[in-house]
């Protein structure tokens, strides 16, 4: 995929002066030779911190390493100002991890008490308000520390990926969807810029493209990836222009950013101008690792822009749409799998979903605009069931106000036929019922949401308390007995 960040993992040990260095320098070569056995790549930094002189030559080394993100490792207690001023002037993210003692027959000289030392340094960068990542128990073996590098890798990822994002939007939002509505003040909070265009300034560009030598190429590519779905293929040159539209738009305004993801607009006039409708061009941008929200939605874009790093795959935006039919539930999902018919509902979006995460597809007609306008001017939807298979739900949003939140649910699409249109799943998360009643509707979280297809939900967790979103604002489906502070206790 292109337009994704790529971590660099860099590694320095620290030591507190009152102990052995080597014991922190034996532990960190352990560390490194159990990761690379295990993961991969990960540079380690010949100098031991011991001192403020010390940090300042490790965040030189790391620096000239070309280093992204941090490790620093406790191998034994550590210099709590040291080791927090190292992750102040890195200036990236960041984690803090620590040496387990080895064995009972040396806890003499080989005592490190990294354990103790994590509650100092903790506090320490409390004191600085800086924060790193701490996985939920920091002390450990080589081999489980290396675990826990392994699990920070893509969070790190997310948070440089998103300190070097641009979100380009076309146009306000249509009328009566102010569920999607984005304050932009958080986005500046979380690094990212935005670009707000009019639809206007979209047609222009569209038109300009008109005749553009790439067309003919972009077709074959969507003739080739259709193949028997290709069912309207008299509007495959005008979403060709419109791709290369995009993608030159792209290019000529992401700017000092590395990254983009795009909240475009797809009605209500978008159609009648365009002469199409934008879901398949969505779809094809948001596989190849640019995501493009419907309906102007920045923080949908946004939301989808962090799935895509941590999966490494394409993600979807869909509805949060439909409840399936009680005759439905009951003929093809009770008995097979363990939901109740409030678990499940159905997730749904016009076409634009990548057709890699569909289990067939189809080019067709977007029949709920085409109830009021010509068909012909409707047509360009991606249409087929989702494939079936592990999700993770979630969204980071501001509400109207500016404040941040976000929720997480994990579940899965379930291999049963929607026999509806549109990009569609039956998706069944536990306890969603009560999820929809008391996070959805209670916490005024709008319509979309986005799909990771993979259970990502501990990572996207750390990435969102990392850029600042509060814990208790981290919302989930919650197990039976553990009730939601608005659910009654009666009920």
């Known amino acids: 995929m292109n337009n994704m960040p790529k971590e660099k993992l860099g590694i320095v040990a620290v030591s507190r002066d009152c102990f052995p260095m080597t014991l922190s320098e034996n532990r960190r070569k352990a560390l490194v030779k159990a990761y690379q056995e295990k993961y991969g790549d990960i540079y380690e930094c010949p100098v031991c911190v011991e001192n403020e002189v010390h940090m300042r030559k490790a965040l030189a080394d790391v620096k000239e390493a070309k280093c992204n993100a941090l490790v620093v490792y406790l191998g034994n207690f550590g210099p709590e100002s040291s080791e927090t001023l190292l992750i102040k002037e890195f200036d990236g993210p960041a984690m803090v991890v620590a040496a387990a003692e080895e064995t009972g027959d040396n806890l003499i000289q080989g005592r490190g008490d990294a354990y103790c030392g994590v509650l100092n340094a903790s506090y320490n960068l409390k004191l600085r308000n800086l924060k790193a990542y701490i996985p939920e128990y920091p002390v450990g073996t080589a081999e489980e520390c290396a675990d826990m590098i392994h699990e920070f890798a893509p969070i790190a990822r997310a948070i440089i990926g998103l300190r070097n994002l641009k979100i380009i939007s076309f146009g306000p939002r249509p009328q009566d969807f102010l569920a999607c509505n984005a304050p932009i003040k958080q986005l500046y909070n979380l690094g990212v810029e935005i670009e707000e265009n009019s639809e206007l300034d979209l047609f222009e560009a569209y038109n300009n493209h008109a005749g553009d030598g790439r067309i003919p190429g972009i077709v074959s590519e969507m003739e080739k990836e259709l193949g028997a779905g290709n069912k309207k293929p008299e509007i495959l040159a005008k979403l060709a222009q419109y791709e290369i539209t995009l993608l030159d738009w792209v290019e000529g305004h992401k700017g000092s950013r590395d990254f983009v993801a795009i ?83 159905m997730g749904f979006h016009c076409g634009n979903t990548a057709s890699s995460k569909l289990s067939f597809c189809e080019m067709k007609y977007q029949l709920i605009m085409a109830r009021s306008l010509p068909e012909e001017v409707t047509q360009g939807t991606l249409e087929g069931d989702i494939v079936p298979g592990d999700i993770t739900f979630y969204r980071l949003q501001s509400t109207s106000d500016a404040q941040i939140r976000a929720y997480i649910a994990q579940g899965e699409v379930l291999p049963v036929a929607t026999r509806s249109f549109g990009a569609i799943g039956v998706f069944a998360i536990p306890e969603m019922g009560r999820f929809y009643r008391h996070v959805l509707i209670e916490k005024n979280y709008p319509h979309h949401g986005a799909v990771a297809f993979g259970h990502f939900g501990k990572t996207l967790y750390e990435i969102f308390k990392y850029v600042g979103v509060p814990v208790e604002e981290i919302n989930f489906n919650q197990p039976k007995g553990m009730m939601y502070p608005t659910e009654n206790p009666f009920a």
């Open 263 to 345: 909240a475009g607009k797809c009605w209500p006039a978008f159609q009648t101008q365009f002469g199409f409708v934008p879901c398949y061009v969505n779809s094809r941008l948001t596989q190849k690792g640019i995501p493009v929200s419907c309906e102007v939605d920045i923080y949908g874009a946004l939301s989808e822009f962090i799935g895509t790093v941590v999966s490494q795959d394409a993600v979807t935006l869909l509805d949060i749409n439909n409840s399936v039919p009680a005759d439905m539930y009951e003929s093809e999902i009770k008995g097979k799998h363990n939901y109740t018919l409030k678990d499940t509902f």
